[in-house]
């Protein structure tokens, strides 16, 4: 008769490859069954967007087969988000993490970067929203193809946000007309940050990703004196340039006590669609460097391609409306890397106090 100490015993030499413990410490072994030589059980990830989920299934099935006696394993693969530590006593107990994408410069990409992780997150299975924090240029609502919603108020003064490709959305774009300016100070901007992050029907998410603006200024500042944040990515473009400016922006949230998740290098490569010849459009390694110099990790890169652009700019983002091209495949893997950086954090850093800083 196999037993479910040994079964136990034998899941106990699994390791999860990020948190460097085994799976049966970890908690990620539940509902196991033993009934004469077959064997079946929950294996609980920390994100449904985990990089590694078929090889950890796999190690898994080969270690229980080992057991004596042990005829046929099943195993169930499914997630529990880990919870941010420090969130809950400010947003709730609905919004597990709040992701931030940032840059130092415009024109590098970062709401195109946002809008598809968030996308790419959510066709990964999990609960996402996207907070458009750009509130003096909202893309949000024409990349994911809402621009035309109107939101409604509930009876408790709260806003129902519209859902598109599996992700909620809330932006400044909703509230005013298309060719309207925002000419706020920063008390205002603080403001419709905090609406945005209390007074939005948010709901059960896993990860809130929110684009910033370009720059280091009072939007970011609220932002990350408002919420105890998850971690920031970084986005740059591949020259030099654009590197110098990002570097502000990193030294921004360092000294807001915010974590930084990665680097992600945007127009990376350009694929020739005619002769496949590769071409670097721009200089080359900086993204890398960046991240190598501040001792944080280096994501991934996405390549310079037009669909990327057209797609947004028609509200169908490449991550759903083309997912077998190759920004698409890029999306969906920086996607799963930033998620394995939240649960790194989530079960390695203890919450850290958020940071005033004076004007």
């Known amino acids: 008769m196999v037993t479910k100490e040994e079964v136990l015993s034998a899941l106990s030499t699994c390791q999860e490859p990020e948190l460097h413990k085994d799976i049966v410490t970890l908690g990620m ?29 796999l190690e898994a099935e080969e270690a229980v087969k080992k057991v004596k006696g042990v005829t046929e394993v ?20 609905g919004i597990r993490n709040v992701i931030a994408v940032g840059s130092g410069k415009g024109g590098v990409g970062k709401s195109t970067v946002a809008c598809n992780l968030a996308v790419s997150l959510a066709l990964e299975g999990a609960r996402v929203g996207l907070m458009d924090a750009d509130v003096y240029g909202p893309n949000q ?14 009876h408790d003064n709260k806003m129902e946000p519209p859902t598109a490709y599996g992700v909620k959305v809330m932006s400044m774009g909703f509230l005013m007309q298309p060719d309207q300016p925002v000419i706020w100070r920063g008390p205002m901007l603080h403001g419709a940050i905090k609406q945005f992050l209390q007074d939005v029907i948010w709901g059960e998410l896993d990860y809130l990703v929110v684009d910033l603006p370009p720059g280091t200024g009072d939007v ?10 998850s971690g920031a990515v970084i986005v740059t473009t591949p020259q030099s340039i654009a590197v110098s400016d ?22 990376g490569e350009f694929v020739c669609p005619h002769c496949h010849k590769t071409s670097e459009i721009f200089s080359h390694g900086g993204a890398k460097a960046l991240a190598e110099k501040n001792g944080i990790p280096f994501i991934g890169s996405v390549p310079l391609d037009p669909s990327i652009c057209q797609t947004g700019e028609t509200g169908k983002p ?8 190759i920004p698409a495949k890029a999306f969906r893997d920086l996607a799963r890397k930033v998620a394995a950086q939240v649960s790194i954090r989530n079960a ?9 800083v004076k004007a």
């Open 220 to 229: 970011q500042i609220s932002l990350c004196q408002s919420v105890p944040l």
């Open 318 to 325: 490449i991550s759903a409306s083309q997912p077998d091209s």
């Open 29 to 57: 072994v539940q509902n196991l069954k033993v009934e004469g030589g077959k064997v079946s059980f929950d294996y609980v990830l920390t994100t449904p967007a985990c990089p590694l989920k078929g090889i950890m299934q």
């Open 348 to 356: 390695t850093h203890k919450p850290l106090e958020i940071k005033m």
């Open 74 to 93: 099943k195993i169930q693969m499914t997630a529990n988000v880990r919870k941010d530590p420090g969130i809950a006593n400010i947003l709730g107990p």
């Open 141 to 154: 609502p024409q990349m994911m193809g809402i621009g035309n919603f109107e939101p409604t108020v509930s």
């Open 246 to 267: 990002v570097r502000k922006a990193v030294a921004m949230f360092k000294k807001l006590n915010v974590g930084l998740l990665g680097v992600i290098e945007n127009m």
